[in-house]
């Protein structure tokens, strides 16, 4: 059986952040991508991809996942997305993973899970305006990507950076193949 992951769409939602690394995990006979959205209609990336996802918020189950990916996407910043704290807490909670990406990491700020784990975002000073509950100024790591445990955190920049570390979650590839698709994606150089 194929390990899920699920990936939030939403109105807005940045669809170049998870360009990069969903079509790899499709590939693989390992996994299964789960496309969810709060209701299940039609959502409208940012980019103007109009997408109908297959399963809505209720249809997950907590057990049959591996990971939860949230995207950014102007919506976290005004407040949306709020129907998405309890799954979100609930993989954390059950050592599942979560990875955040751009404003998706506000939402994480402003409802706590990020103040006792390493992380980025954006800028620190962005995250603490637009979070003011964050508490967790201490463990934010200047960097394009963070893995601390089961959360995964990017900076809205770093759609490369933020797949390799979902890769390296998951198993997807070994170290030495993720290096090569870097290389690849970020920088144009193919080494055999």
Same mark, same amino acid.
């Given at each position: 059986?194929?390990?899920?992951?699920?990936?939030?769409?939403?109105?807005?939602?940045?669809?170049?952040?998870?360009?990069?690394?969903?079509?790899?995990?499709?590939?693989?006979?390992?996994?299964?991508?789960?496309?969810?959205?709060?209701?299940?209609?039609?959502?409208?990336?940012?980019?103007?991809?109009?997408?109908? /996802?297959?399963? =809505?918020?209720? &249809? %997950?189950?907590?057990?049959? @996942?591996?990971?939860?990916?949230?995207?950014?996407? +102007? !919506?976290?910043?005004?407040?949306?997305?709020?129907?998405?704290?309890?799954?979100?807490?609930?993989?954390?909670?059950?050592?599942?993973?979560?990875?955040?990406?751009?404003?998706?990491?506000?939402?994480?700020?402003?409802?706590?899970?990020?103040?006792?784990?390493?992380?980025?975002?954006?800028?620190?000073?962005?995250?603490?305006?637009?979070? /003011?509950?964050? =508490?967790?100024? &201490? %463990?934010?790591?200047?960097? @394009?990507?963070?893995?601390?445990?089961?959360?995964? +955190? !990017?900076?809205?920049?770093?759609?490369?950076?933020?797949?390799?570390?979902?890769?390296?979650?998951?198993?997807?590839?070994?170290?030495?193949?993720?290096?090569?698709?870097?290389?690849?994606?970020?920088?144009?150089?193919?080494?055999?």
């Amino acid at each position: 059986m194929k390990k899920k992951i699920a990936v939030f769409l939403f109105e807005g939602f940045s669809d170049w952040e998870t360009a990069f690394l969903t079509p790899e995990i499709n590939k693989s006979d390992l996994f299964e991508l789960v496309y969810f959205s709060t209701s299940g209609d039609l959502v409208t990336s940012m980019g103007g991809l109009q997408v109908k /996802p297959a399963k =809505t918020l209720k &249809d %997950l189950v907590l057990e049959d @996942l591996e990971m939860l990916i949230l995207p950014g996407g +102007t !919506a976290w910043e005004k407040g949306g997305n709020k129907e998405i704290g309890p799954i979100t807490k609930d993989m954390l909670e059950a050592g599942k993973t979560v990875a955040a990406i751009c404003a998706a990491t506000i939402y994480l700020g402003q409802v706590g899970l990020l103040n006792n784990l390493k992380h980025t975002s954006s800028d620190l000073n962005y995250l603490k305006a637009m979070a /003011p509950e964050y =508490t967790g100024g &201490d %463990l934010y790591q200047n960097a @394009l990507a963070v893995t601390d445990g089961n959360l995964i +955190t !990017a900076n809205g920049i770093a759609p490369i950076e933020f797949a390799c570390e979902v890769f390296k979650a998951i198993g997807l590839y070994g170290e030495e193949a993720i290096e090569k698709w870097f290389q690849l994606f970020k920088n144009g150089v193919w080494s055999e």
